[in-house]
């Protein structure tokens, strides 16, 4: 797929793993916060999800401290959908300014958790018919606001049954091959353009963890070679070994002969091995 | 299947997952969940995780390892960080284990017996410890923690009425905060140990883990020249169990 659909699962959680999947199709599950028991149904099937699911929130009213904390939790889970590393959550509502404070909200609690980028979009337009669907696909791909480096918003469609996705895939795909020949250029620029962003994005982030993990480095070798660590090498020296009298250490030497770690003829020489491997 | 008597809560910074989840195999002979967090931006773990989750999920069969649940955060208040984020995921399931294990996979490459301390604190998983612990567990109800002798300090001077550690205005903060009302200051270096999971759940049920998380400082903390949350939260997660009436005992 060349732009990314959002298929929102509303009124059924159908067999996860039999699903379609590629590249750019995406699978969400809408959720209610504000339902009991909404969340830990979601969450339950995120965990065992063979494929990458995210949420979409039906947001009627403000989120509560709890669900912000929950929805957070779904953001660890390895099967949590990511676009580029982004943690991907819809929300979906009527009232656009709730849309965009409930945005700032989880945008808030997740740079408290490290998360910097989360990307949470709202859903619009919410479309339902397979004919929606494709207009609204075939508009987009012609439209200035496709970014041919994969980088796009998704399109959000409602499927009301598992034929219904397989339906709107194949005819979302039949745009994709009728662009192919129309314009074959066109489309195969969009495509090394897709893969060329993607494997920048690998490398840049390669980049960035080495330059981090060589700063940690740096940062131990310093405390390395700081007093610091000298010191409590001769603390712990002196209060372990040098604060025992020397008949004491003596008789050690002749019990790590005994034991094997050291050899016989090092106690009376000084020009022997001394130490066993 | 038995129900599994221990969490296990790992952390991991630095790769290398079918080793740990072997080792954990091998060494725990009680049936146990393997908690498994994975720091996102470590350099050390980049890859597709999906694979890795099926590989590591293959390898339970038919040892005491019951499930693995993987978690996968930023690097975010070290192995603290990474430990709530895992007693979150546990505070989902429905039937908590009588017993947790707390470790990650330490290197302290700062300290120059940094090796010796993690063997060392490894010790814990030793077949002979594990039944040593349990065994303790069970003729003391009181006992709320076990590590390694060793590994237990105490930096409250009770002469000064006051922490010996650069993180004491956090520690008494966050005692005032989370009414830990303790006596007892031992708490285990390197924080890893067995606890019984009954008065650590209980806490953060009450305070939830992601709440505290969100307080932990970002990214390679040291607490060498100046404290920490984080490394505050390393002497809190024993002192909230002894607050609930528990002690501790080194083995």
């Given amino acids: 797929m060349i732009y990314p659909v959002f298929f929102i699962l509303e009124d059924f959680f159908p067999s996860v793993p039999d699903l379609p999947a590629g590249d750019d199709i995406h699978y969400s599950i809408l959720v209610d916060p504000a339902v009991e028991g909404a969340l830990d149904s979601a ?108 980088n796009n918003t998704g399109i959000f469609f409602y499927p009301s049954s598992e034929t219904l996705i397989r339906s709107a ?79 004491f250490k003596r008789v050690g030497h002749i019990v790590k002969v005994f034991t094997g770690k050291r050899t016989l003829r090092s106690l009376f020489r000084d020009d022997v091995k001394k130490y066993k491997d | 299947m038995s129900a599994a008597l221990f969490s296990v809560f790992f952390h991991n910074y630095y790769g290398d997952h079918e080793a740990w989840v072997k080792l954990f195999t091998q060494q725990i002979r009680q049936p146990f969940i393997l908690y498994y967090n994975i720091v996102e931006d470590s350099v050390y773990n980049i890859g597709d995780d999906q694979p890795l989750v099926s590989r590591l999920r293959e390898s339970i069969s038919g040892s005491f390892l ?50 010796q301390w993690k063997n060392r604190l490894f010790g814990i998983i030793e077949p002979d410890f594990i039944e040593k612990a349990l065994s303790s567990f069970t003729r003391n109800d009181k006992l709320g923690i076990i590590a390694g002798s060793s590994d237990i300090r105490d930096e409250y001077d009770h002469s000064l009425k006051s922490f010996i550690s650069t993180n004491r205005p956090q520690l008494q903060q966050f005692q005032t905060t989370f009414h830990i009302n303790t006596t007892d200051y031992r708490y285990v270096a390197g924080t890893m140990f067995l606890a019984r999971s009954s008065p650590l759940l209980d806490f953060f049920r009450k305070y939830p883990p992601l709440d505290i998380r969100k307080t932990l400082e970002k990214g390679n903390i040291m607490d060498e020249t100046s404290g920490s949350n984080t490394h505050a939260w390393e002497r809190m997660l024993c002192w909230l169990i002894f607050a609930q009436g528990y002690t501790i005992k080194g083995l």
């Fill in chain 1, 169 to 247: 895939i194949s005819s979302l795909e039949q745009v994709d091959r009728t662009l192919s020949q129309d314009s074959p250029g066109f489309y195969n620029l969009i495509g090394r353009n897709k893969t060329l962003s993607k494997e920048l994005y690998a490398v840049q982030k390669i980049h960035a963890l080495t330059a981090q993990e060589l700063n940690n480095q740096r940062q131990y070798v310093d405390v390395l070679r700081s007093d610091h660590a000298a010191n409590e090498l001769q603390e712990y020296y002196t209060r372990e070994y040098e604060i025992l009298p020397l008949w």
């Fill in chain 2, 66 to 115: 019951k499930d693995i649940v993987l978690r996968r955060s930023p690097n975010q208040g070290k192995d603290i960080g990474g430990k709530l984020v895992l007693l979150d995921a546990c505070l989902h399931e429905a039937l908590p284990t009588p017993f947790s294990i707390f470790l990650h996979d330490k290197k302290s490459p700062y300290k120059i017996q940094g090796q």
């Fill in chain 1, 43 to 150: 969450y339950a099937l995120v965990e065992r999800s063979g494929l990458p699911l995210s949420l979409t929130l039906n947001i009627r009213k403000s989120l509560s401290e709890d669900e912000i904390r929950s929805i957070t939790s779904f953001l660890f889970i390895p099967g949590y959908l990511r676009v580029f590393d982004r943690r991907v959550i819809n929300l979906a509502g009527e009232n656009p300014r709730l849309l965009a404070d409930s945005a700032k909200t989880l945008s808030g609690y997740l740079s408290g958790q490290g998360i910097l980028e989360p990307l949470i979009q709202p859903v619009f337009p919410k479309l339902r018919s397979v004919e929606e669907l494709t207009a609204h696909y075939r508009q987009l791909l012609l439209s200035d606001k496709f970014e041919s480096d994969g």
